[in-house]
């Protein structure tokens, strides 16, 4: 299958750049994260993973998450990449978002660096990267971030799992 790539421009990333395995990289950029008018994560030190096809995901250490709002569920995934996740839901107020969040408590040796580092969807909180409102990538599989400066195609959606 063919895939057309969309060409960043002056300032773009495009996800047909990112590496696979995926990649870990530091970002300093501004991550907020809110339920119910309520900040549950704040950080300028988060890091990204970066996949080919794949929007990132920013990871962000606990020590920058209000984990009073965060219950462990028994759920767990397997990535070949990052080992066995761990999943929280979210509750603040009346409102709860169920498996909204997810770590890797023992991650293989590349991914050492985002030990218990959280990661959300953003299609289930309010996410946003300096400032700017983040958007879901699409299937809510994967939970990557798409800013402008993010281009695609992206993987998630339907017809796109053979990529």
């Known amino acids: 299958m063919s895939i057309s790539r ?3 421009g002056p300032g773009q990333e495009s996800v047909w750049d990112y590496p696979r395995p995926p990649a870990l990289e ?4 501004h991550i ?3 339920f119910n008018q309520t900040i549950i994560a704040e950080t ?8 080919t096809s794949h929007p990132p995901v920013y990871y962000i250490p606990p020590a920058d998450v209000q984990m009073q709002y965060l219950q462990l569920t028994a759920r767990q995934t397997f990535c070949e990449w990052k080992g066995l996740a761990t999943y929280y839901t979210l509750t603040v107020g009346a409102r709860i978002a169920a498996n909204v969040a997810w770590a890797y408590p023992q991650p293989t040796q590349s991914f050492q660096p985002i030990q218990d580092y959280l ?4 299609s289930r909180v ?6 700017e409102a983040v958007q879901a990538q699409p299937g809510d599989f994967y939970g990557g971030w798409i800013t ?9 959606a339907v017809g796109t799992w053979g990529w």
């Open 126 to 131: 309010d996410c946003t990267v300096d400032g």
């Open 32 to 34: 907020l994260i809110q």
């Open 44 to 51: 300028q030190r988060s890091q990204r993973v970066l996949e």
């Open 148 to 156: 402008q400066n993010i281009v695609g195609p992206f993987k998630g």
């Open 6 to 8: 969309t060409p960043p």
């Open 26 to 29: 530091a970002s300093s950029q």
């Open 119 to 122: 990661a959300f969807y953003p």
